[in-house]
């Protein structure tokens, strides 16, 4: 038999989507099974987003559309770059695709040869690591562990830029852990950047409207203007707008950037359906009271997920302030036993609670982080209440 491309022995698949579909097949079993796992906002978006929909297809044209993407859609990311303090693009600077991961994947392919390097902190999106593989890019992984917020410092930055790595990708908020830096830490980050002009720029701003607290959403372009000749910014109607299926992904960039985009996309996906974009125009343009609804709900269920934590003896959570994850440290419970299930590491004690109280997460190791696990908190108050009960008897029941 013929062999498959050298590329496949390096691709993974999701260490989340493998989570998520052992609860489901659990739960299909009959077990009662309440899933932390995925990273869905678990609510839909309004109306006139269904209505715009059904109007497309009441009017499809049933032709091809753009690699671009469509004028209208465009137009809209455009107000939303504006009304999010980034204004000045224009249409060949952006570029749409199938999800903020299809565009991840085009960027790498855009912008790393084989064995050139990309720098990220840890933890990161599981894939982040994933992506760089298939490409054949080198990973240079900066640990950022609880005892520092898992926020990245202007020392580490510099020291990591100085190597020249062809691409720098900054995750903000973030997914796993829900941190969102302040104001003065991405200017102090952007100095830094400015000092290094060899490196592509990636921002991953795709929970930029589900900050919390106060905080705001801040970008290196809001205090350094001139790094965006060689900064994308990566935006997404997933989790903003109850869209993750839909699969809109957004990019504004230096125009030569986004044309390898467009230019990949004519290979690839051609174009978003007619009916997609329509929905994704009406989530931009149309109101914006549900995502600013939920980010006020996300934020109420993201205390109560701490007050569970923090009732915990041992487990240590810095506070997160955005997205819809809290990633705390569970390393109290490794060397300990659950009955007579050894728990040695976070996969361990991943399997052992799904096992023993039906409560699916995901390992911190996925995310680079082995000491912690992620808890993904969208779901209703009365199952997230009832999960969060289930690892404090957990952990009570270590021994």
């Not at 465009?74 to 299809?102: C, M, T």
């Not at 799904?354 to 912690?372: D, M």
């Amino acid at each position: 038999m013929p062999l498959l491309a050298e590329r496949m022995s390096r691709a993974k698949p999701s260490a989340i989507m493998a989570v998520a579909e052992k609860a489901k097949q659990l739960k299909a079993a009959g077990r009662d099974i309440i899933s932390f796992s995925i990273g869905v906002p678990n609510f839909l978006p309004g109306e006139h987003v269904y209505a715009a929909a059904r109007e497309a297809l009441a009017h499809d044209s049933g032709q091809y559309g753009s690699n671009r993407g469509n004028d209208a859609l465009l137009d809209a990311f455009l107000k939303h770059l504006e009304g999010s303090g980034l204004p000045g693009y224009v249409r060949r600077n952006l570029v749409v695709g199938v999800g903020a991961k299809h565009t991840l994947y085009n960027l790498a392919e855009a912008l790393l040869d084989s064995g050139e390097e990309i720098v990220f902190p840890t933890p990161y999106w599981t894939t982040y690591v994933d992506i760089a593989d298939i490409v054949g890019a080198k990973t240079i992984l900066l640990p950022c562990p609880p005892e520092q917020n898992y926020k990245l410092t202007p020392a580490q930055l510099d020291k990591a830029l100085a190597t020249k790595p062809k691409v720098f990708l900054f995750n903000n908020p973030s997914n796993p852990t829900g941190m969102v830096y302040t104001k003065d830490e991405i200017a102090a980050l952007a100095e830094v950047l400015v000092k290094h002009p060899d490196t592509w720029i990636i921002c991953d701003d795709i929970y930029n409207r589900l900050v919390f607290d106060g905080v705001g959403y801040h970008n290196f372009l809001h205090f350094r203007p001139e790094l965006r000749e060689r900064t994308i910014v990566v935006d997404s109607l997933s989790k903003t707008y109850g869209m993750p299926g839909w699969r809109v992904g957004l990019v504004a960039a230096p125009e030569k950037v986004a044309q390898a985009l467009v230019t990949l996309n004519s290979n690839h996906i051609t174009n978003l359906p007619e009916v997609v974009t329509a929905a994704a125009i009406a989530a931009l343009s149309g109101p914006q009271d549900i995502p600013a609804r939920k980010a006020i709900e996300f934020a109420a269920k993201r205390d109560r997920v701490l007050a569970a934590l923090d009732s915990i003896p041992g487990v240590k959570c810095p506070r997160p302030q955005g997205a819809f994850y809290v990633f705390p440290d569970v390393s109290v419970a490794f060397g300990k036993k659950h009955g007579s299930i050894a728990i040695d590491n976070d996969v361990d004690l991943c399997n052992a609670l799904l096992e023993a109280k039906g409560v699916a997460c995901v390992p911190g190791s996925a995310f680079g982080e082995p000491r912690a696990l992620r808890i993904s908190y969208t779901c209703p108050d009365a199952q997230l209440d009832e999960g969060m009960k289930r690892i404090k008897d957990f952990f009570a029941e270590l021994s």
